[in-house]
């Protein structure tokens, strides 16, 4: 009898805790619509993955500043010394005055008119990193979006759940009632007093347990959320009234490849891949610019004796630069961007074959759950028509109290695994839509 007061002790002091978080808490209720929209606007995550759409934005932006022409200013103000004029076996030294204050101001500007295609397919690689880093932000969404699915459903077989085990101990505490009653009469034992009261304690304990696994979701929710700390998330029935479409499933691998972010970032990359090796092949090629100057420079020290003037000189034309060290390295450089466009093609492939495995692996598991529900409609229907027969027989006198509680039971469960089988077809349907790359809730 210690166990079991020790037992009703640690219940006792769970549920007063519990009952002093609820009233220190906010109760409401979400649809799984409204979780999203939140999610989208609050996860840190998406809001991670937002900043590096905007980060890839402004990357092309400043590749795209190679199209702009290049303008150098240059000014400097020096002191000069005086000079040294010798014979040419450098005999006959003498010194030259030459004016000690000098300047030099200049400005140049030049247009890259070809670089081999390098510049425009840099741009056009920074292009498709902008469209990665959007469907880096689309398959969090997605993610953060079925992971938040997953949670939200939990909440609600969590709920079913302590209702269930409530009218339990409700009943299990009637039924203890009734064999003291018959103990006092001589008509059971002391044991199955005790044996009951074991099944109680333990119901208590499991109650216990979901409540604080309800509590772990409920905070996991709150944070991804950004809801107050004390907001208690109440899934809404809404969930059950959601259209599920029906799919084919010789229709899945055509909507994978036209909507998952993971296949479409594998073709991105191979297409990047391909950009790469462009940008390589050009540098094979030379840089032709246009190119024009200014200068202001003085004195003049070219002539002997100094000019203590300033001159100004400017020009128009055409330069070209040249790497000859690309003829003997350029070639090692193409075979790694080879490479790299092999290994692309390979790592497409791959996704293509996971996402194919994925998704059928989905879709059964779909048509699984759909006839596991079937399966707990009609027990449902069976323990509804026992549980009327136990009752009728019950109201005559005709069975114990014992099998009229084990009727309620098993009706009970029968209702939870109802209503749980229907969220697992709520569940395998978002696994699936998220497999094929579709958006839960628009």
Known sequence: ????????????????????????????????????????????????????????????????????????????????????????DFSGARNIKIPHWG????IEASQIIFAGGAISTNIEKAKLKEQIAQLNYDRNELDMCFLLTGYYLDLYKLKNQREVFLKNIEQTELLIKQIK???S?????????????????????????????????????????????ETIIIPDSSVFELHLDTLAPENLNELATKNLPELKLESLNKTISDKELR????????????????????????????????????????????????????HRKLDVARQNREAAGYSET????????MTHSAYTKFQESKEKLAVFESNLKLADENYRIINNRYLSELVLITEMLDASNTKLNAELQVVNARLEVIYSYFRLQREIGNKIIQ
């Open 1 to 88: 009898m210690n166990r079991m007061i020790k037992y009703r002790i640690v219940f006792m002091a769970a549920m007063l805790l519990s009952l002093q978080n609820i009233t220190a808490q906010t109760a409401r209720t979400f649809t799984l619509k409204e979780v999203y929209e939140l999610a989208v606007a609050n996860s840190n995550q998406l809001k991670l993955a937002q900043n590096g759409v905007k980060t890839s934005q402004a990357a092309t932006q400043m590749v795209r500043n190679a199209l702009l022409p290049s303008f150098d200013a240059t000014f400097s103000a020096s002191y000069i010394g005086n000079g040294l004029l010798t014979d040419r």
């Open 103 to 106: 300047n030099n101001f200049g």
């Open 181 to 183: 009653a018959k103990e």
């Open 185 to 229: 009469e001589g008509m059971a034992l002391s044991s199955d007093v005790t044996r009951h009261e074991l099944m109680l304690q333990n119901l208590k304990l499991a109650l216990i347990e979901i409540e604080n696994n309800s509590k772990i979701i409920n905070q996991q929710m709150v944070v991804t959320l950004g809801l107050p700390a």
């Open 279 to 330: 940008i390589v092949k050009s540098e094979i090629y030379p840089q032709i610019a246009l190119v024009a100057a200014n200068h202001f420079d003085g004195p003049i020290l070219v002539e002997v004796p100094t000019i203590n003037s300033n001159f100004n000189y400017w020009y128009v034309g055409v330069g070209l630069k040249y790497n000859i060290a690309s003829l003997y390295k350029t």
């Open 350 to 357: 791959l996704a293509l074959e996971h996402a194919q495995v």
